[in-house]
């Protein structure tokens, strides 16, 4: 195929379809009607001889020659938005760019008020989008180039091959039980610690979280009474119950009054948690994404 006769632009359009499996949140993703989309998969399945994509159950179903392709405009379309990017000023006060970002509840929560209050002053225009946090590896997500950015939860600060990182910040954990909690009051030993039923919080089903792994290291396990996914759920369960929650001391703290609940230290040693921007290496020279890193570190690292 002559590539001066082929509309690049179309490979964007496909790489998008192929990510999201669905025509109508790609062409959303892309900002353009449902109807353009169709229209320009028209003509690229023509230029291509291929049908890409057959819908089975509303979903976009990639053939092998879409498969094929695939494999290379998740490497060459990142390349390409650095090629640009590299030589393209990011002008924050005018600019209209979406930021697409992967995010857990808690890390959102610890993010979103103050950031998008300062953007809204210094960016006005700048658009976030905030995505569930997937259970993949970051560099997998971050590798197909949809996303710009992935807000993670980690106990050490480790660098990762292909992704860089700033660990924005950095807080211990607490135990917490209902005021009302007679077997609890004002500290927990650890036969108190063993002896109730607790609550894990596990976003992807995990049957383990890192108060498990700490028993694990002494020899001990404990009881999980109710598993859930949130973080800014899960002390909502403890009031009037015998629960113990071990969970971020920056949640813990908001709610315990509210909620009646007493905020204790844990009786074993758990590390801290550190809440990490990551973002591909391919986007290095990406004046929109340094621009957005350094006001994340202004904002939390150095007021």
């Known amino acids: 195929m002559d590539i001066k006769q082929f509309d690049l632009n179309l490979l964007t359009l496909f790489h998008k379809l192929y990510i999201t499996g669905s025509v109508s949140q790609a062409a959303d993703e892309m900002c353009i009607s449902q109807s353009a989309f169709s229209h320009a998969l028209a003509r690229l399945r023509k230029s291509l001889n291929d049908p890409l994509f057959i819908r089975e159950n509303n979903y976009m179903k990639p053939t092998e020659r879409a498969h094929l392709l695939a494999l290379y405009t998740e490497k060459a379309l990142p390349l390409i938005e650095q090629g640009l990017s590299s030589v393209t000023p990011f002008e924050p006060s005018t600019s209209e760019k979406t930021f ?49 950015f992935v807000l993670g939860f980690q106990h050490q600060d480790s660098a990762m091959e292909g992704v860089r990182h700033l660990t924005w910040l950095s807080d211990e954990y607490v135990t917490l039980a209902c005021k009302h909690n007679t077997k609890v009051q004002h500290q927990i030993t650890l036969e108190q610690f063993l002896a109730h039923k607790h609550i894990l919080i596990a976003p992807w089903g995990e049957n383990t979280g890192v108060v498990d792994h700490a028993l694990a290291s002494l020899d001990l396990t404990r009881e999980i009474g109710c598993q859930q996914a949130s973080v800014l759920v899960a002390p909502y369960l403890l009031p009037n119950s015998e629960y113990v929650l071990t969970m971020p001391k920056r949640i813990a703290s908001l709610v315990a009054d509210k909620l009646q609940l007493q905020v204790l230290k844990p009786p074993i040693h758990i590390p801290n948690y550190h809440l990490q921007l990551y973002w591909h290496l391919s986007k290095s020279n990406n004046a929109a994404i340094n621009w957005f890193v350094g006001e994340v570190e202004k904002l939390f690292l150095e007021s």
Not at 138 to 143: F, I
């Open 100 to 148: 697409r970002i992967a995010a857990t509840d808690f890390s959102e929560f610890c993010l979103l008020p103050k950031l998008t209050k300062h953007l809204a002053t210094v960016a006005p225009k700048v658009r976030l989008q905030v995505l569930p946090a997937s259970p993949l590896p970051v560099k997998q997500q971050l590798s197909h180039g949809d996303l710009d």
